[in-house]
């Protein structure tokens, strides 16, 4: 008997490179091999390890087209290229033939640093890219870019900030720096705590421009369980409207994400579940959400809400007489892009067990249109996904234009009923003007959100990060494919520059 030792070996693919690159660092980081102490033999260590899963052919093809130190840096490309794709297309480029650039001139004085996520210093040192793609393959990658990056002057960082840099609103609440402890809770916290729903603090209260009224609708801001209070932009609708006008609510885990321990929380889960559930009233809110048979926000009516479908909570109907007609209720989900879809789908089967499908049936989605977000976090959703406090400022808008264009038509109408109530409107809408530091003054909804932006382009301009991937989505640094595609006529227009 005859005992034949089987060796399979790997064709040299960017994916073998990608998947090595990887593995070495989740079995460095469980433990179960050391790190190497030196970055020379850290680098060694890759390359010897490709070696052995080549074929004799490629092993001798492999070395003597690449050298440890090139080696190291065209891995740390691929891996930093492959993170700046679409999943179906960086599933393409893990079949691309791992092969050397021949224009590539490795200069041994540059010192490469073990970083090379988004230095956009190193990128700009460097001549062409290690690696050789197919031009076939880099149509494809042409075109991926394309579809993701937003329309041109959407980032336009230099206007961004000037913009910011002459307001002088904006200027004083970012020149605030004090942290003061909350009352309630006795958190340290920058102008608000978040986790007492945008409670101000005391002397930040002085910078912050002053409360805003909600005129068309109170908003009800469903907090999926993963998300933190703290780093949710829709806090910020609470910490600028007026007290009451926006209550936040926790959305547990659903049912399929507690299966291996579902009798243990059941019971929590449908109370939480419940919590959320009271406060939708499904005849006069509206769900801000591109659900199925959702309509455009400018279609639906922004009126106050006929005493026989009154608003069923309880903050709300401490803020109005029981006699008068009240304000339309937006619900916003505050969760990530891939989360949302999974909220709103439990939020409909909690509103069809509790209430009935005819019941549940009559909450109606709406949805913004015609409208860019100027978000800096990556997302292939589509140019309409933004963020949630910006989500919020647009239904605002639009539900004040609607209140306007009905105001001009009911004008020409004779009606006391009607001209009594301008009246009223138009004394708010001064008063609101009157108090708030801006030309719009929904326009402080977004203070907060324009002082975290200013606050993360500075950081990543100070430690030489490069920008956003949705400010530059062919990436930063070694990962950048701008490189690349423009050596072969492919530009980006629209995209940010570093």
Sequence with gaps: MTLVLLTYYYLPYSGLVHFLKSGNKRVEKFGEIKRA?????????????????????????????WNP?????????????RANLLPEVARELDFQPFIKNSAF?????????EDLESSSTLRMKLPTCPLSFDPYFLRRVHACLL????????????????????????????????????????????????????????????????????????????????EKVSKSTGVAAAVMALEGQVKIVNWP???????????????????????????????????????????????????TVPLDMAVKSSDEASLQAPSMPRKRRLIVIE???????????????????????????????????????????????GHSAVSTIEAIYHAAMVAKNCSREMTAEQASVPSKSVQCS???????????ESTVSCDEPYDALLILFRLQRNRILTDLRSKDRGLPRAMRVSGSGIGDWAIVLNSYGMSLKGQVDD
């Design 335 to 381: 969760s990530s892009w891939a989360t949302g879809k999974t909220v709103y789908n439990d939020l409909l089967l909690g509103l069809n067990a509790k209430y009935g499908p005819e019941m549940a049936s009559k909450l109606k989605c709406i949805s913004l249109s015609n409208i860019v977000g100027q978000y800096w976090r990556f997302q292939a959703v």
């Design 105 to 113: 001139k490795y200069d041994t004085s540059m010192v490469i640093p």
């Design 253 to 303: 885990r659903s049912e399929r994400e507690w299966a291996h321990d579902y009798l243990e929380y059941k019971d929590k889960m449908a109370k939480q579940v419940d919590v959320v559930l009271d406060e939708i009233n499904c005849e006069s809110d509206y769900l801000l959400f591109p659900g199925v048979g959702s309509v455009d926000a400018a279609s639906v009516d922004w009126s």
């Design 422 to 432: 301008d009246a009223n409107n138009v004394s708010e809408a001064k008063t609101s």
């Design 37 to 65: 102490a030196d970055l020379q033999e850290h680098k060694l260590r890759h390359y010897r390890q490709l070696q052995n899963l080549l074929s004799e052919k490629d092993r001798a093809q492999f070395i003597e087209d």
């Design 69 to 81: 130190e090139e080696f190291y840096l065209a891995m740390q490309e691929v891996k930093q290229k």
């Design 147 to 226: 579809s993701v990056a937003r329309p041109e002057d959407i980032f336009d960082v230099e206007h961004i900030q000037s913009v910011d840099s002459t307001d002088t609103l904006f200027t004083r609440i970012q020149n605030f720096k004090e942290r003061e402890i909350c009352q309630n809770c006795g958190t340290k916290c920058y102008l608000y705590c978040a986790d007492c729903g945008g409670l101000r603090m005391p002397k930040a209260s002085q910078v912050l421009p002053s409360r805003i009224n909600l005129e068309h609708f109170n908003i009800l801001i469903v907090l999926h369980w993963q």
